[in-house]
């Protein structure tokens, strides 16, 4: 009886300090993944978020508004600065701006609604062409021939101190509607 009660005491895991030992050591572990996880959680948030933002936009200066000729399409190229996730690149841009008798300016991306070709404005026939399967568009924007399934789409612009802003937006091509990528 009292053999077993010396074994029972010295096994290091039933006497109260080695119980004790063991709570600590499973609190520490505890604790300290705790921690690790509070300070892993944001830092990964704070990496890889960049990754998953939309492409930021924002207003860009293509040009002064009295520049524009009235009732003739005038391509605007422009570079711009895009940031993607982490990274800033340098990209040229071209948008189709059309000024009409009122002064108004229409701005259409310069992408095709079929499947993405760029367009060409035709002088002679006094509208845009696509090269690619033929689409033909009026100077509004209105489908006039061709597989495109939409109208040209048209950017976000405004002018500001006698100056063209545009934002510029990609849309998902081959679709009836405008899907903004
Ligand atoms: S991409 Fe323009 S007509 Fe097909």
């Excluded at 029972?8 to 300090?17: A, L, M, N, V």
């Excluded at 993944?33 to 300070?39: D, E, F, P, T, V």
């Excluded at 399967?133 to 489908?143: E, I, K, L, N, T």
Aim: charged fraction near 20%; proline fraction near 7%.
């Amino acid at each position: 009886m009292n053999m077993e009660s010396s074994d029972h005491q010295t096994s290091g895991f039933s006497t109260p300090i080695g119980t004790r030992r063991r709570f600590f050591q499973w609190a520490t572990g505890a604790a300290a993944s705790i921690i690790a996880l509070g300070l892993g959680v944001p830092l990964i948030g704070f990496l890889i978020a960049p990754a998953f933002q939309r492409r930021a936009q924002s207003w860009v200066d293509v040009g002064g508004v009295d520049d524009l000729p009235i009732g003739k399409p005038a391509q605007l190229d422009y570079k711009q600065t895009v940031k993607e996730g982490w990274r800033t690149t340098a990209v040229h841009k071209g948008v189709w701006a059309v000024k009409r008798q009122d002064g108004q300016v229409t701005v259409f991306s310069p992408i095709c609604t079929h499947l993405g070709c760029g367009f060409n404005w035709d002088g002679a026939d006094r509208n845009f062409k696509c090269p690619c399967h033929g689409s033909v568009f009026a100077m509004d924007g209105a489908v006039l021939g061709g597989p495109a399934p939409r109208p040209l789409d048209e950017l976000p612009s405004k002018v500001e101190n006698g100056r063209l802003l545009v934002m510029y937006k990609e849309f998902k091509a081959g679709l009836p509607k405008k899907v903004e990528l």
